[in-house]
């Protein structure tokens, strides 16, 4: 047993940073309660820390070659472990928007050096056991986040989906000076930072364009400055990332149509598989008045549908082209949205949810174990690392923006409505909806047009739900159509490739 001490050591952490990246959805109304949050303070409480993990991977895997794996492993956990009770402790919303970003830095720290630790660790069988169950434990923490996340805030209040971390990681500190193998001599080299700040300033810039957008408009001088910036920024990081010998993204690879078409299935994936997740879960408790708990639980069927699926495929599809194992599921991912959309009205409550979840929960079932090799195999074998973290950096920047754009459509869609019924200040009603305040609006509205006011709130939350899964939906077949347009059979994984990644792509 002692021998398996460093996984547990390596999976503890990997556990901890990908629950908590699903693990704040159930939570988000009742804190939207108590820290009178708005609705853009919401989304950063999400995308603040996908976004600072996506776009600090790739950097954080050079980094951990130059000082050290185990170093860099230990660092991070620190990082974490304060920054998850900053969030806990957190009194308003911009120190838990700070905390979380700073939490998603630490968890970039712990992810990227995971696959260095555990080639490490283990040689032959042992680690080929060791990357499955790491693979099933970062396959679990998604599924398990939002009902830990219900546990917890029913059981306790929503500060505890920060402060459990603590123990986890006073643990997982203690077993890494134990039991972790020592750092080597630092290596030399140089550090890509212009690539690192480049792509950061990109990423966050449009981030931030898409959360404001809502507020001041798509046309405004706010919005249309940070898009110049983005955009400015993602031109510099093009430049830099060619001329750099240190570059943390080959850009040549992207003249690969197969790793191209691989890399756009990897980027809109959680787009359309989990971002709607976070609004869901909103309507759910603060207008159809399901508990933290049982609005966790509505996730299961695509989380059992996801296991089921991913045990079949990977045991009968082993080997086969990818072009049609992404494809397809990318295709039910996109299918599974829209009947979602199809399904969702204003009389609706969870049931609704089932059909489209489980056909989510299919298709995720035949992407996620395939994406990261089937990237790798369209480069050459030495890029299979710097590929694999492409994938897992393109995953997380998904889901960041997913939630972002999702969050705009649901505001937008559910003011229209509102208005469109004669509802009184349309844009604030539909923040305060989006916001998971539809009890506090509910509550202020005279005795007498209280029924109406209820119905108006549930048409509003509706059609903004059906909206965030039309473009969600949208956006798993547009992913379908790239990879079987893009992806080529030459692309098949091959059979027992090692992995050679520095970045995990789980």
């Known amino acids: ?20 990246v699903t693990i704040v959805n159930v939570a988000l109304p009742p804190m939207a309660v108590d820290l009178h949050t708005s609705f853009s303070s919401l989304q950063w409480v999400v995308d603040g820390y996908a976004l600072s993990l996506a776009v600090l991977l790739l950097g954080a895997g050079a980094l951990g070659d130059l000082l050290g794996h185990r170093r860099l492993y230990a660092a991070g956990l620190t990082l974490f472990a304060l920054a998850s009770l900053t969030c806990g402790m957190a009194g308003d919303d911009a120190v838990l928007i700070i905390a979380r970003v700073v939490q998603g830095i630490g968890a970039a720290a712990m992810f990227t050096t995971t696959f260095a630790l555990i080639n490490g660790s283990y040689r032959g069988r042992e680690r080929g056991v060791a990357y499955g169950v790491w693979g099933g434990v970062s396959g679990a923490a998604s599924a398990v986040g939002p009902i830990l996340g219900g546990l917890l805030t029913d059981g306790f209040n929503w500060r505890w989906i920060f402060l459990v971390n603590l123990p986890v990681s006073v643990a997982a500190l203690l077993l890494c000076r134990l039991v972790l193998p020592h750092d ?3 290596r030399t080299g140089r550090f890509d930072l212009p690539g690192t700040v480049s792509f950061t300033t990109a990423a966050a810039a449009l981030t931030v364009a898409v959360i404001r957008a809502d507020e001041a408009g798509w046309t405004s001088p706010q919005t249309c400055g940070l898009l110049a910036v983005s955009l400015a920024a ?4 093009v430049l830099v990332e060619r001329r750099s010998p240190n570059a943390m993204l080959d850009l040549a690879l992207l003249r690969r149509r197969s790793f191209t078409g691989v890399m756009v299935a990897a980027l809109l994936v959680n787009f359309a598989a989990f971002a709607a997740f976070t609004y869901t879960s909103i309507w759910l408790q603060s207008v159809v008045g399901l508990s933290p708990l049982r609005a966790g639980l509505t996730g299961l069927p695509m989380s059992v549908m996801s296991v089921l699926v991913s045990t079949v495929a990977g045991a009968r599809l082993h080997g086969r082209s990818p072009r049609w194992i992404v494809g397809s599921g990318m295709l039910l991912i996109g299918l599974g949205s829209l009947v979602c959309a199809v399904l969702v009205d204003p009389a609706s409550s969870w049931p609704a949810l089932v059909p489209g979840y489980a056909l989510i929960g299919a298709g995720v079932g035949l992407v996620m174990p395939s994406l ?6 369209a480069v050459p074998a030495h890029r299979g690392g710097m590929a694999a973290g ?9 889901f960041a923006v997913g939630v972002a754009v999702l969050g705009t459509v649901f505001a ?8 469109g019924h004669g509802a009184p200040q349309p844009a604030a009603t539909a923040h305060g909806l989006a916001a998971g305040q539809a009890a506090r609006i509910l509550a202020s509205a005279p005795d007498g047009v209280r029924a109406t006011v209820e119905a108006a709130l549930r048409g509003a939350a509706a059609a903004g739900i059906d909206g965030g899964f039309l473009v969600a939906g949208l956006a798993g077949l547009l992913g379908a159509a790239a990879v079987i347009w893009l992806v080529r059979p030459a692309a098949a994984p091959a059979a027992d490739r090692e992995p050679a990644s520095r970045v995990p792509a789980a």
């Open 1 to 20: 047993m002692r021998k398996w001490w460093p996984l547990v050591t390596i999976c503890l952490g990997t556990f901890m940073l990908l629950i908590d």
């Open 184 to 186: 080597g001599p630092r």
């Open 234 to 237: 993602f031109g510099v990081f």
């Open 372 to 377: 990261s090799s089937s990237a790798m195999a």
């Open 390 to 398: 492409a994938v897992t950096t393109a995953r997380q920047l998904g």
């Open 412 to 419: 937008s869609r559910a003011e229209t409505y509102l208005g």
